[in-house]
């Protein structure tokens, strides 16, 4: 953007600048405006002033002596100086005038036109001088643009026959160190420098070796005393370098390494290039030169080939790896080859010695190898009945979106473990087994089959089954007390109401009917109360193999629970806090596991309260709490004491089957194993929080959508 000139006008009569001002405004200038001569040097210090527009009569400083200061400043062009007068001068006041530096004069009253016209001429003089000084400049930078393409050309003509020739030498090499010690030669003859070099980081030691060297004439040799210099010695040189940064420096004293300047001291180095070369993105080292006569300015033409040669080098360096690789490749081709046909018989008999079926089956699900174990799994008398079929023959059609959610979570995860599952052998017979899937993938991650190892669990559920069944009636045995009590109550309550009944009719020798009626409802309200008990108790001690998976209520298996070991509680002094979220949806499984589950969390956290109130010196209140509700979509159970808590080692293996941290004899050490094992065939989770001597908080979650519909 072009910027206004600036006028400078200098009056003390305000009516006159006024005046001018209003003449002025229409022009596109910058008028700087001053009632006295003091400040109109003030205000035009590091200023360029176009023109000049002085009053000669002022006091202070009159306009002829604020002209001579004006011009007297070296510091800026001369300005075209106005004076504006109400008097006509004669010869001798005008030659003052002229050489004080006035180009012109104005007579008051100032005409329009004559101030408009005269100020126009002296502007578009002010112009022509502001664009003869631009062309100037501009005629000055295309010279020296010139002469640096002039020079560039020159060094560019040099490197690239230099370049040209390490490229040719490129081409075919024999022996990579001859190559290399021919390419630094070149490289150094090729320019004016003191030595040119090659450095070879070794990434097991951590050292720099100069492994070649060019010397111009009187440069002193320094390649023996360049050998291991560790690389934590000059750190900012070793890092920068790896990082892939050029070090450029005319002269080594700004290099912020202290150890870096002492090496490059002792070799009276005062100007150094270095520039890192990779192999295949690894740090391989670097290619310099350097300067021991001057500080030489490295030029962007000095990087640039220096850059284009380390490439090169750096590519022969890679090839001839290479090519060394692949002959001992070669050599070493034969004995692979033997080693692999071992291999794979190794592998062969590993397979069949494993306890697992086996199954290796392509992307589409075509099985193409199955071990030993795998045959007798599935009751088949050798491969060709098996391979070259789809592994979805084995699988049950209600098993199918099981095996399909884990065909795509293995594609996502490369790994899925223990994933009970329904297998189909060849009678078609079905039984529980174990499987796991992992995905086998080349050196690019692309997938190409599946691994499929399979596990009979069927004794194990069975013997699970019977555990289960065990820890139940247990359980029952333990809360036998409570259930009696449970069921003499409403049998006081019927003796009470029979004896009541008996007294009347002695007393009036008959019964009112309607006092009959009130009793006998009594009674048999209570008969109710204990059939129910009696029923619940059978249908929780019931083995549970045949029981079809329903929906049923969380809060409704709480309460069952608790009415089964609620009096123990009571008896114990303990007590107990229940806050039941009401609207729970429902949840498909058993709600008699579940409610074996409750009841082992309860019974833990009444021995454990047991356990602290023996223990401290004083009373303190037992307390249980339980509470149902729903937190991100699931139902949550939890089941909080203020016992003796859990250490962090227990804590971790407490799920563990014969894991107990109750005295000898007191546990079996299933109890939590077998709850581990219920709630997560329901699809749910269950996790604890403990403190040692404040409490422990089960906390049960179970996801509201169903095992069916979890797999469709």
């Given at each position: 953007?072009?910027?206004?000139?600036?006028?400078?006008?200098?009056?003390?009569?305000?009516?006159?600048?006024?005046?001018?001002?209003?003449?002025?405004?229409?022009?596109?200038?910058?008028?700087?405006?001053?009632?006295?001569?003091?400040?109109?040097?003030?205000?035009?210090?590091?200023?360029?002033?176009?023109?000049?527009?002085?009053?000669?009569?002022?006091?202070?400083?009159?306009?002829?002596?604020?002209?001579?200061?004006?011009?007297?400043?070296?510091?800026?062009?001369?300005?075209?100086?106005?004076?504006?007068?109400?008097?006509?001068?004669?010869?001798?006041?005008?030659?003052?005038?002229?050489?004080?530096?006035?180009?012109?004069?104005?007579?008051?009253?100032?005409?329009?036109?004559?101030?408009?016209?005269?100020?126009?001429?002296?502007?578009?003089?002010?112009?022509?001088?502001?664009?003869?000084?631009?062309?100037?400049?501009?005629?000055?930078?295309?010279?020296?643009?010139?002469?640096?393409?002039?020079?560039?050309?020159?060094?560019?003509?040099?490197?690239?026959?230099?370049?040209?020739?390490?490229?040719?030498?490129?081409?075919?090499?024999?022996?990579?160190?001859?190559?290399?010690?021919?390419?630094?030669?070149?490289?150094?003859?090729?320019?004016?420098?003191?030595?040119?070099?090659?450095?070879?980081?070794?990434?097991?030691?951590?050292?720099?070796?100069?492994?070649?060297?060019?010397?111009?004439?009187?440069?002193?040799?320094?390649?023996?005393?360049?050998?291991?210099?560790?690389?934590?010695?000059?750190?900012?040189?070793?890092?920068?370098?790896?990082?892939?940064?050029?070090?450029?420096?005319?002269?080594?004293?700004?290099?912020?390494?202290?150890?870096?300047?002492?090496?490059?001291?002792?070799?009276?180095?005062?100007?150094?290039?270095?520039?890192?070369?990779?192999?295949?993105?690894?740090?391989?080292?670097?290619?310099?030169?350097?300067?021991?006569?001057?500080?030489?300015?490295?030029?962007?033409?000095?990087?640039?080939?220096?850059?284009?040669?380390?490439?090169?080098?750096?590519?022969?360096?890679?090839?001839?790896?290479?090519?060394?690789?692949?002959?001992?490749?070669?050599?070493?081709?034969?004995?692979?080859?033997?080693?692999?046909?071992?291999?794979?018989?190794?592998?062969?008999?590993?397979?069949?010695?494993?306890?697992?079926?086996?199954?290796?089956?392509?992307?589409?699900?075509?099985?193409?190898?199955?071990?030993?174990?795998?045959?007798?799994?599935?009751?088949m008398n050798n491969q060709s009945e098996l391979i070259g079929n789809h592994f979805f023959r084995l699988?049950?059609?209600?098993?199918?979106?099981?095996?399909?959610?884990?065909?795509?979570?293995?594609?996502?995860?490369?790994?899925?473990?223990?994933?009970?599952?329904?297998?189909?052998?060849?009678?078609?017979?079905?039984?529980?087994?174990?499987?796991?899937?992992?995905?086998?993938?080349?050196?690019?991650?692309?997938?190409?089959?599946?691994?499929?190892?399979?596990?009979?669990?069927?004794?194990?559920?069975?013997?699970?089954?019977?555990?289960?069944?065990?820890?139940?009636?247990?359980?029952?045995?333990?809360?036998?007390?409570?259930?009696?009590?449970?069921?003499?109550?409403p049998l006081n309550i019927i003796s009470i109401a029979l004896d009541n009944l008996v007294l009347e009719?002695?007393?009036?020798?008959?019964?009112?009917?309607?006092?009959?009626?009130?009793?006998?409802?009594?009674?048999?309200?209570?008969?109710?109360?204990?059939?129910?008990?009696?029923?619940?108790?059978?249908?929780?001690?019931?083995?549970?193999?045949?029981?079809?998976?329903?929906?049923?209520?969380?809060?409704?298996?709480?309460?069952?629970?608790?009415?089964?070991?609620?009096?123990?509680?009571?008896?114990?002094?303990?007590?107990?806090?229940?806050?039941?979220?009401?609207?729970?949806?429902?949840?498909?499984?058993?709600?008699?596991?579940?409610?074996?589950?409750?009841?082992?969390?309860?019974?833990?956290?009444?021995?454990?309260?047991?356990?602290?109130?023996?223990?401290?010196?004083?009373?303190?209140?037992?307390?249980?709490?339980?509470?149902?509700?729903?937190?991100?979509?699931?139902?949550?159970?939890?089941?909080?004491?203020?016992?003796?808590?859990?250490?962090?080692?227990?804590?971790?293996?407490?799920?563990m089957p014969f894991y107990s941290t109750k005295d000898a004899g007191k546990g079996t050490g299933l109890?939590?194993?077998?709850?581990?094992?219920?709630?997560?065939?329901?699809?749910?989770?269950?996790?604890?929080?403990?403190?040692?001597?404040?409490?422990?908080?089960?906390?049960?979650?179970?996801?509201?959508?169903?095992?069916?519909?979890?797999?469709?």
């Amino acid at each position: 953007m072009v910027k206004k000139p600036n006028i400078l006008v200098v009056d003390d009569d305000e009516s006159n600048i006024f005046l001018v001002r209003r003449i002025l405004n229409r022009l596109d200038v910058n008028i700087i405006f001053a009632n006295s001569g003091k400040v109109a040097l003030e205000k035009i210090k590091d200023t360029d002033v176009a023109l000049a527009l002085l009053d000669i009569m002022m006091p202070e400083m009159d306009g002829i002596e604020l002209a001579k200061r004006i011009q007297h400043d070296k510091s800026r062009a001369l300005i075209p100086i106005i004076f504006i007068t109400a008097l006509e001068k004669d010869e001798a006041e005008l030659q003052e005038c002229y050489d004080a530096g006035a180009v012109d004069f104005i007579l008051k009253p100032i005409i329009k036109s004559i101030l408009l016209s005269k100020v126009n001429v002296f502007l578009e003089l002010y112009r022509q001088k502001q664009q003869i000084i631009a062309q100037k400049a501009e005629i000055e930078n295309k010279a020296n643009e010139l002469e640096a393409i002039n020079a560039s050309l020159k060094y560019r003509l040099s490197y690239e026959s230099m370049l040209s020739k390490i490229s040719g030498m490129a081409v075919l090499v024999d022996e990579l160190d001859d190559f290399l010690g021919a390419s630094v030669t070149l490289l150094g003859e090729s320019n004016n420098v003191s030595r040119t070099y090659i450095f070879r980081y070794n990434h097991e030691s951590e050292t720099i070796d100069n492994t070649h060297e060019w010397c111009n004439k009187g440069i002193t040799p320094q390649k023996e005393n360049l050998q291991a210099v560790p690389g934590n010695h000059i750190p900012y040189w070793t890092e920068s370098l790896k990082s892939g940064k050029i070090l450029n420096f005319s002269d080594i004293e700004a290099i912020p390494d202290e150890g870096v300047k002492e090496i490059l001291r002792s070799q009276n180095i005062l100007s150094i290039l270095a520039v890192p070369m990779f192999i295949e993105a690894s740090y391989y080292g670097f290619i310099g030169f350097d300067d021991c006569l001057f500080h030489k300015e490295w030029l962007s033409e000095d990087v640039t080939f220096l850059v284009a040669i380390t490439r090169i080098v750096a590519s022969v360096i890679a090839r001839k790896q290479s090519e060394n690789a692949i002959m001992r490749k070669v050599t070493k081709l034969k004995q692979a080859e033997k080693t692999l046909r071992m291999s794979e018989q190794k592998y062969r008999t590993m397979i069949n010695a494993l306890p697992d079926g086996i199954f290796l089956i392509s992307l589409k699900g075509i099985i193409t190898e199955v071990s030993e174990i795998g045959l007798e799994l599935l009751e088949m008398n050798n491969q060709s009945e098996l391979i070259g079929n789809h592994f979805f023959r084995l699988i049950p059609p209600d098993e199918k979106p099981i095996v399909k959610n884990m065909i795509y979570r293995t594609l996502e995860e490369g790994l899925i473990q223990n994933v009970e599952i329904r297998i189909r052998n060849t009678y078609q017979k079905v039984f529980m087994c174990e499987s796991s899937l992992s995905l086998i993938q080349n050196d690019d991650g692309e997938p190409l089959s599946f691994l499929v190892t399979i596990r009979d669990i069927s004794q194990r559920k069975k013997l699970e089954q019977m555990q289960i069944h065990a820890s139940r009636m247990a359980s029952l045995g333990e809360m036998a007390t409570g259930i009696a009590h449970e069921i003499n109550q409403p049998l006081n309550i019927i003796s009470i109401a029979l004896d009541n009944l008996v007294l009347e009719a002695d007393t009036s020798h008959s019964v009112n009917k309607q006092y009959l009626l009130k009793k006998t409802d009594r009674i048999f309200e209570n008969i109710d109360r204990m059939k129910n008990i009696i029923d619940h108790v059978r249908s929780f001690s019931r083995n549970q193999d045949d029981y079809i998976l329903t929906g049923f209520s969380v809060n409704d298996s709480i309460n069952n629970a608790l009415s089964m070991i609620s009096e123990q509680l009571k008896h114990s002094g303990i007590s107990l806090e229940i806050s039941l979220l009401e609207g729970l949806p429902q949840i498909i499984g058993n709600t008699f596991k579940l409610e074996q589950v409750i009841l082992n969390l309860i019974s833990n956290a009444k021995d454990t309260l047991l356990e602290k109130n023996n223990s401290v010196q004083h009373d303190f209140e037992m307390s249980i709490q339980i509470s149902s509700y729903r937190e991100n979509g699931n139902l949550v159970i939890e089941v909080t004491d203020n016992g003796m808590g859990i250490s962090n080692h227990d804590a971790d293996m407490v799920m563990m089957p014969f894991y107990s941290t109750k005295d000898a004899g007191k546990g079996t050490g299933l109890g939590l194993s077998i709850s581990y094992q219920i709630v997560k065939e329901m699809n749910g989770t269950i996790e604890l929080e403990s403190r040692i001597n404040e409490g422990t908080t089960f906390r049960i979650v179970l996801n509201v959508i169903t095992k069916k519909h979890e797999h469709e």
